[in-house]
Nanobody
Framework: EVQLVESGGGLVQPGGSLRLSCAAS????????MSWVRQAPGKGPEWVSR????????YYADSVKGRFTISRDNAKNTLYLQMNSLKHEDTAVYYC???????????GSQGTQVTVSS
């Protein structure tokens, strides 16, 4: 059974940083593209970032480019999202996902809440 467990969210002031983690199990983590997706209150899912299986190709939404960094540790079956210079509009539940994201994506895990507020 595929299982993804996100952690590391919390309340942070604008300009602050957080590091999210996603522990994966139930599949060969190192063989898959992995993604981060977020969903703000009252809005649809927004793709945030994607990383290839080896970790040497990374892609970002324009809204987070230059502020967020995606990475992975295939030995630990863990995906990360380093978030710097956080803004109010980054407030959302953040989910990790196996594979690339399409318009039919829906959460398969509980996500982790990130709240940016002063």
């Amino acid at each position: 059974e595929v299982q993804l467990v996100e952690s590391g969210g919390g309340l942070v002031q604008p300009g602050g940083s957080l590091r999210l983690s996603c522990a994966a199990s139930g599949f060969t983590f190192g063989s898959y593209v992995m993604s981060w997706v977020r969903q703000a209150p009252g809005k649809g899912p927004e793709w945030v970032s994607r990383i290839n299986s080896s970790g040497n190709a990374r892609y970002y939404a324009d809204s987070v480019k230059g502020r967020f960094t995606i990475s992975r540790d295939n030995a630990k079956n863990t995906l990360y999202l380093q978030m710097n210079s956080l803004k109010h509009e980054d407030t959302a539940v953040y989910y990790c996902a196996r594979g690339a994201i399409n318009s039919n994506w829906s959460p398969g895990s509980q996500g982790t809440q990130v709240t940016v507020s002063s």
